[in-house]
């Protein structure tokens, strides 16, 4: 049997039991749902840019897919209609796994970013961000999986690696520690929580109550530039950083995405 439903090349290919339907994604920017016993097929037309993963979310019947523009696309696999948008990647998103026991969706991207998110309230729950391991031959995630028999997440690059999943509600992923001295640990009275922020760029960010790690992520910046300041403004909801030379950058505390760059002809360490 051969279906002719995309004009680039296949990047995916899944057999979804719920549905009946073999989904592939393509280069070309479409998902593709076939039906194995007539042939037939319908396209799913949502995103601009070349599709790398698809999965579905049995709890809730729906759709998720993703890749070189970034954003998980959800949708309704009968009438192909388009749900809402899931964003928070910054590079191409190359994994998407479904984790029936706690219901999280998970999403993966190369730059071996790791979110966990809420799949009925579409919240995003918690990051990691695996700055600690150099991988060879690519410093990359190239696929991710989930294991239901052994509750651990599954990732590939040059080997396979397992991470352990901790608790039912909300708690992520393995943990991640500071490798670097430790320059502030800010404590956000509004939201209850403790941001530590070490020299390299290191954010993890901690309950105040049970002291488990929430999420971490990486300030980007340039190798000879260090992180010398920081504090939240007024309000708890952004994180000011300083640089050695001259920079002051905004951030979104929890979910690690610059908001602002704060240009001046200062050049010389920020250290207050």
Known sequence: ????????HITQIKYIKDIDRLVTTSLDGRVC?????????????????????????????YMASSGQNREIQL?????????????????????????????????????????VWNPKTYERLCSVLDIQHEYRPENTFTCMEW??????????????????????ADEGLGLVLHKSRILAGL????????????????VIVWKLDTGEQITAWSIQHDANERITATAFDRSDRRLLIGTSTGHVWVYNWNSGVRLNDLESDMDSEVSC
């Open 147 to 168: 294991d239901d028999k052994k509750k651990s997440l599954i990732l590939a690059h040059s080997r396979l690696q397992i991470w352990p999943y901790r608790g039912d």
């Open 33 to 61: 749902l076939i039906d194995l016993v007539t042939k037939e097929y319908q396209h799913f037309h949502g995103h601009s840019k070349s599709v790398h993963c698809v999965c579905f979310v049995s709890t809730y019947k």
């Open 187 to 202: 404590h956000n009275a509004t939201f209850s929580n403790i941001v530590t922020v070490d020299e390299s760029g290191l």
């Open 75 to 115: 949708w309704n696999p009968y009438t192909r209609r388009r749900i809402t948008a899931l964003t928070g990647h910054a590079a191409c998103v190359k994994s998407i796994a479904f984790n029936k026991t706690h219901c999280h969706l998970i999403t993966m991207s190369i730059d071996k970013n790791i979110i």
């Open 1 to 8: 049997m051969t279906v002719k439903a995309h004009s680039d």
